[in-house]
């Protein structure tokens, strides 16, 4: 049975929060010294930092920020560069795919692939931010029932249109949404267009949760799927829990924690031990052709110039290809007229 439209509303007041950071006393003398040793320490291991290249598929925790996770990670490699494939909320858990060293050329293929969540949606509470760090903002005594909910999940699927939280990282006018959420402002932020390729009822625990599956493309809002679902079904609902199981090529079976990694860096004997639980840089490029050159051509590629393509098989025209030279990835190419240009080669 359908839910009645009837809502109430909780006005409440989003409290603004400020951070300081600490200021050093100059009157410490051993404060000033520490820091100073400190330091000096981080002086040390930049220079001492590893040319690492590959692909981690990081069990994010519930609670850390993407940031603080690929720096954590990043550290504990000692690598040169990091960056990651998407990035997961703080109240979120689960895979964070993060790039090192000459990997994080690829990061744009990561963050194209689909992703594959599992969300526990709150019934009946609505909230400012659409998960459970935020203000309640409204409130429904309606509880949908699975026909309900089993009846609606395919007008979910497919190419929709899609408003993002207003807690989110949009630019408006050249401010995040948040702040400008954060500070009282009234936020308008415009629909979009998303892909959901899947969503499925997994479970219904109590009254007041339902537990869902999504697989979806670039730029879905899991938060606003919530938010949408629950409206649909005549109540109001945001995150009760959220956790990302696969980013493309990376699933639950590649995932490896901080404190696994912490664990394997303090048993290794040196650096190179760590670098048996990297993928290869070429692992986010299975959806683009593969194309070997012979020593000459890699040597012209790599001085930035372009290779003729021979032979009535050879492709004209092909956005982005994978050169292979041997076994190790140059880098990748596009294909104009029969000529194979660099685009983004790796320094190996």
């Not at 690929?70 to 990651?84: D, Y």
């Not at 993060?98 to 526990?120: C, D, H, N, P, Q």
């Not at 629950?230 to 901080?258: C, W, Y």
Request: charged share 30%.
């Amino acid at each position: 049975m359908a839910c009645p439209p009837a809502r109430y509303e909780v006005h409440a007041r989003i409290a603004v929060s400020c951070r300081y950071g600490a200021r050093l006393c100059r009157a410490d003398r051993q404060a000033s010294q520490g820091s100073r040793g400190g330091a000096r320490s981080r002086r040390e291991e930049v220079k001492t930092r590893q040319n690492i290249h590959g692909w981690i598929a990081l069990d994010k925790p519930e609670g850390m920020g993407s940031t603080q996770a690929l720096a954590k990670v990043k550290r504990l490699f000692n690598a040169n560069k990091a960056g990651h494939g998407g990035t997961l909320d703080p109240l979120a858990s689960g895979l964070l795919p993060i790039a090192l060293g000459e990997a994080t050329k690829t990061v744009s293929w990561a963050m194209e692939g689909r992703k594959t969540y599992r969300v526990v949606i709150k019934w009946g509470e609505g909230r400012t931010t659409d998960d459970r760090e935020g203000e309640i903002s409204e409130l429904s005594e309606c509880r949908p029932s699975r026909k309900d909910i089993e009846s609606i999940l395919t007008s979910f699927e497919g190419e929709i249109l899609q408003t993002p939280p207003k807690f989110s990282a949009i630019r408006v006018s050249g401010e995040r949404a948040y702040d400008l959420a954060r500070a009282g402002e009234e936020v308008a932020l415009m629909p979009r267009p998303v892909f959901i390729e899947r969503i499925e009822l997994l479970a219904l625990p109590d009254r007041d949760h339902g537990e869902f599956s999504v697989t979806c493309g670039k730029g879905t809002y899991i938060r606003s799927l919530a938010r949408d679902l629950a409206l649909a079904l005549g109540t109001v609902g945001h995150v009760a829990s959220l956790r990302r199981t696969q980013v493309g090529p990376f699933g639950e079976k590649d995932m490896i924690s901080l404190e696994k990694l912490d664990d394997l860096r303090h048993k290794a004997a040196g650096d190179n031990a760590m670098e048996g639980v990297l993928r290869p840089i070429e692992t986010v490029l299975d959806g683009i052709p593969a194309l070997a050159v012979k020593d000459a051509e890699a040597q012209r590629l790599r001085q930035g110039q372009s290779v003729l393509l021979r032979g009535a098989s050879a492709p004209i025209a092909q956005d982005a290809v994978l050169v292979m030279w041997g076994q190790k990835p140059l880098g990748i190419c596009s294909i104009e007229k029969g000529s194979l240009k660099p685009k983004r080669l790796f320094n190996l």
